[in-house]
């Protein structure tokens, strides 16, 4: 009798110790989306459906445009600005976007940079992104190519 009384204290211990314990919910990677005042980044936890470098950047700009958290997030991505073209080598990505790019004002596009750069040279294979807008390199107020971009390029709160 002790020992079957022993064994039931163990188990209610066990049990005890694993009541209020839970495991926190892991992702693959964040995707930047901008906050509802449109002046910051926010994230969301996103977990990765496609295996090929190509597949998953084009997964996740998709994303980027469709939050889960529509009240906290918006879009970082302006659903109508398009993606004409997407190229991977070798760590590079080049994106192309439509003419609706140059409409952005300067704290949308340095946003918009901000969260796309940040959300992809997360994949393997995609180390810095270059923006193209109706396929010229996109320049800055000078008129000089901004090219490749990486995470480290913006500040980080």
Not at 119 to 124: K, N, P, R
Not at 133 to 143: R, Y
């Amino acid at each position: 009798m002790k020992k079957s009384g022993w064994m039931i204290t163990l188990l209610m211990l066990g049990c005890l110790l694993t009541v209020g314990c839970h495991k926190e919910e892991s992702y693959d990677m964040q995707i930047y989306y901008l906050n509802s005042e449109e002046t910051a980044l926010n994230t969301e936890g996103y977990n990765l459906n496609s295996d090929k470098a190509e597949d998953q950047v084009e997964e996740v700009l998709k994303k980027m445009q469709n939050p889960k958290d529509s009240v906290e997030c918006v879009p970082a991505i302006p659903t109508d600005l398009m993606i004409t073209d997407i190229r991977l080598e070798d760590g590079r990505l080049d994106l192309y976007f439509s003419e609706e790019y140059e409409i952005l004002d300067a704290a949308s596009e340095a946003l918009l940079q901000a969260a796309v750069v940040r959300t992809v040279t997360q994949l393997d294979g995609v180390e810095r992104v270059q923006f193209h807008v109706a396929d010229e390199v996109l320049k800055d107020h000078h008129g000089n190519e901004v090219g490749y971009l990486r995470s480290e390029d913006f500040v980080q709160k």
